[in-house]
């Protein structure tokens, strides 16, 4: 079953300091997102991806983030300056068609 | 925004019972999505919805699409201890693109 392979499962960064949060959707789908959990809570969207740019982004996504496909297989989040605020579990999910579908397993991301 | 409305919160039953859960929304939803969540993992889809009145089954698992649009139920027949988990359902209201809105979730507990 292929899958959408997410790294590092849990991130420890100090308050200030850029994170880079990195996720290898799968091979033929066509649209990529992000999403957070904040511990406890419900999964809420972050922001859309299809060809080569965001289609849709919540009030979440401030200038703070942003996305990136750096080459054929990569999709990444940036978060530039986190705060405390931002500590979540990030999900990156992928999907053929515009029903999201699969998800990666998360990266833990700790601010501290 | 989009809202869904998950019910129950948590539910503790005993292994054999059947399950059911529900999600409401004053708005209409073009796709309903049932996901399972383990601890420290991502959702995992169990099933999808497409068409209103839509009635869908996954082995134990059974899930509408409420005829209004605005609601839809998943029922588990006969639990088992590894149906213990977190199920959101989640929905994609066709006219604001694909943000997925996810339900804050149904925890369930089986005792054996």
């Known amino acids: 079953e292929p899958e959408v392979t997410q790294t590092p499962s849990h991130q420890v960064t100090q308050m200030g300091q850029e994170v880079i949060l990195r996720c290898v959707p799968i091979s033929n789908h066509l649209y990529f997102y992000w999403y957070r959990q904040i511990l406890g809570q419900k999964v809420e969207f972050l922001v859309s991806?299809?060809?080569?740019?965001?289609?849709?982004k919540s009030e979440i996504f401030d200038d703070q983030f942003s996305v990136e496909r750096p080459d054929g297989s990569n999709f990444t989040l940036k978060i530039r300056s986190t705060k405390l605020e931002d500590s979540a579990m990030y999900f990156c999910?992928?999907?053929?068609?515009?029903?999201?579908?699969?998800f990666g397993s998360g990266t833990r991301l700790t601010v501290v | 925004g989009q809202q869904l409305n998950q019910s129950p919160q948590s539910m503790f039953i005993q292994e054999g019972e059947d399950v059911s859960m529900n999600c409401t929304s004053s708005s209409i939803f073009n796709t309903w999505l049932w996901y399972k969540q383990d601890p420290g993992e991502g959702p995992v889809l169990l099933i999808a919805l497409y068409k209103a009145g839509e009635l869908t089954s996954n082995g134990r698992l059974t899930a509408q699409f409420g005829i209004t649009r605005k609601d839809s139920f998943l029922n588990i027949s006969a639990s088992i201890p590894s149906d213990v988990g977190i199920y959101f359902c989640a929905g994609l209201p066709g006219e604001y693109g694909n943000k997925l809105v996810f339900g804050a979730g149904t925890i369930l507990r089986v005792k054996s």
């Open positions: 999910a992928s999907s053929r068609d515009t029903s999201p579908r699969t």
């Open positions: 991806f299809y060809n080569n740019e965001i289609s849709e």
